[in-house]
């Protein structure tokens, strides 16, 4: 990340890129880190490598740039959660949906959601006699193509 530029005041150099907004003054953790990346690099305008980069690795240990890496990384997780999360939420984000316009009102919802006639029951020529609800060991058949409701023992399948 580019980490050279100078605060809202113009005084002092202050992280770049996604960490400008080190800089509100309502968050403490941001205020601190800021100071700590202006406090490691001074003027220096070469950008800190991205941590865990070849190029951070490469970087000798003593060498500022590889501590604000840390810190702007740190940062950067403590304000977005990890890379791969904020990347799966900007797929999801992006994925059409259908418009408020297109979806059921409140009044089709509750029309919906009211109870429908019970439908009767039919006995099917070809199938057996079926069970017959709130009537328990009744079944109704299909005999010479009228319906007849009969008691357990006298179902004739």
Do not use: C
């Not at 800021?34 to 070849?54: E, F, M, N, Q, V």
């Not at 840390?70 to 949906?97: H, N």
């Not at 070809?126 to 006298?154: E, H, T």
């Amino acid at each position: 990340m580019n980490h050279k530029l100078t605060g809202p005041s113009g005084d002092g150099p202050q992280p770049r890129g996604g960490m400008r907004s080190l800089n509100h003054a309502d968050d403490p953790t941001a205020l601190w880190a800021g100071a700590r990346i202006a406090a490691l690099i001074g003027h220096d305008s070469t950008p800190a490598p991205k941590y865990g980069s070849k190029e951070w690795q490469q970087t000798p240990s003593n060498d500022p740039r590889r501590t604000v890496a840390v810190i702007e990384a740190a940062e950067l997780w403590r304000r977005y959660g990890d890379e791969e999360g904020l990347l799966a939420w900007f797929r999801d984000a992006q994925v059409v949906r259908p418009s408020l316009a297109s979806r059921k009102t409140v009044a089709e919802l509750n029309e919906a959601a009211k109870p429908k006639p019970a439908v009767s029951v039919r006995a099917t020529e070809g199938w057996p006699p079926v069970a017959i609800p709130g009537r328990p060991g009744w079944y109704r058949s299909l005999v010479n193509g009228r319906q007849f409701d009969v008691p357990k023992g006298q179902v004739a399948a």
